[in-house]
C-alpha cells in the first residue's frame, strides 16, 4: 500500500480517508434500516471505535517510523492562545443555564453514554480526517502558503460534505445543509490546529470537548427562554464558528508558512 501511497499521495490520502468515511455511513444506515442500531449508544461507539482502528493501520502503514510522533509530539504554546475563540464559544453554550426554565439531571444517564460516544468520534474521525485525508497533502504542500491554506479549507470542505448525508437518517435536508457548513469550519480550524501543533492526540481530544460540551444545554436545560440573551447566543456562536474560528485557521497557515520561511 505505501507504494500506491508514493505514487500519488494526496489523492491516496483523500480517496483512504473520505472512502473510510463514506463506508462508515453506508454502514450506520444498514444497522439503522435492519433495526440493529436499537443495541443504543454503547454499539455504536464500538463501531467507531472500530473504524478508528482500522484508520490508524492505515496511518501507521503510511508514516512507519514517524507513526508514534504524531500523538506524542509536543504541542506550542501558542496553539492555545489559537484555541480561544473554540473556547469561547463553548462557554457561551453555558449561558443557557440562567435562561433555562428548569435544569434537570433526568438525562444523565444518556449524557454519560453520550459522552462515551463522543470520545469515540473524537478518535475516530480525526483519525481519518486529520490522519488519512491531510498525508498526502501534508507532504506535497505543508511548505507554502497557498499549499497550506488549501489544505485546511479542502479538509475542512470534505468533513463538513459528510454530513449532509445524515439526510440519510431521517433528517431535514436544511439542517444538514446548515450541519454542513458548520462541520466544514469546525474542520477548517482543526485541520489548522494540526498543522501547527503536529499533535493528533490534541485534536481527538478537542473535538470529543466540543461535540460533548455542545450537548450539555439539552440534556441539563428545559424550557429555553427567548429573548436578548439567547439572541445573543445563536448570533456570537455563528459569528465565532463561521467567522471568527476559520479566520483564525487562515491566519495560523499563514503564520506557519512565514516561520519555515524564517528556518529555512
Not at 470534505?158 to 457548513?181: P, R
Not at 482543526?190 to 470537548?209: D, E, F, G, V
Request: net charge positive; with cysteine.
Amino acid at each position: 500500500m505505501k507504494k500506491l501511497y508514493d505514487k500519488n499521495p494526496v489523492v491516496f490520502g483523500i480517496i483512504m480517508g473520505q472512502g473510510l468515511f463514506l463506508l462508515f455511513i453506508l454502514f450506520e444506515y444498514f444497522l439503522v434500516a435492519t433495526g440493529i442500531s436499537d443495541g443504543g449508544v454503547i454499539v455504536d461507539s464500538c463501531i467507531r471505535i472500530v473504524f478508528g482502528i482500522v484508520a490508524l493501520l492505515f496511518m501507521k502503514a503510511i508514516y512507519r517510523e514517524r507513526f508514534t510522533r504524531l500523538f506524542t509530539e509536543k504541542i506550542p504554546r501558542s496553539t492555545w492562545i489559537y484555541c480561544i475563540p473554540f473556547f469561547l464559544y463553548l462557554a457561551i453554550e453555558f449561558l443557557y443555564f440562567p435562561i433555562s426554565e428548569r435544569l434537570t439531571n433526568a438525562h444523565i444517564s444518556y449524557f454519560l453514554l453520550a459522552v462515551i460516544q463522543q470520545l469515540a468520534t473524537g478518535f475516530w474521525e480525526e483519525t481519518a480526517s486529520k490522519g488519512l485525508v491531510m498525508s498526502g497533502m501534508l507532504s506535497k504542500w505543508e511548505h507554502t502558503t497557498k499549499g497550506r491554506i488549501g489544505m485546511a479549507l479542502i479538509t475542512g470542505a470534505l468533513f463538513g460534505t459528510l454530513h449532509i448525508f445524515n439526510v440519510l437518517f431521517n433528517n431535514d435536508i436544511m439542517y444538514c445543509l446548515w450541519n454542513a457548513l458548520y462541520s466544514g469550519a469546525f474542520g477548517v480550524f482543526m485541520a489548522a490546529i494540526y498543522l501547527h501543533s503536529k499533535n493528533i492526540t490534541l485534536c481527538m481530544a478537542l473535538h470529543a470537548i466540543w461535540d460533548i460540551v455542545i450537548r450539555v444545554p439539552s440534556n441539563f436545560c428545559e424550557g429555553i427562554r427567548e429573548g436578548s440573551v439567547s439572541t445573543f447566543i445563536y448570533i456570537s456562536q455563528d459569528i465565532l464558528v463561521l467567522g471568527i474560528i476559520p479566520l483564525t485557521a487562515i491566519i495560523i497557515c499563514i503564520l506557519e508558512c512565514k516561520k519555515y520561511k524564517h528556518i529555512s
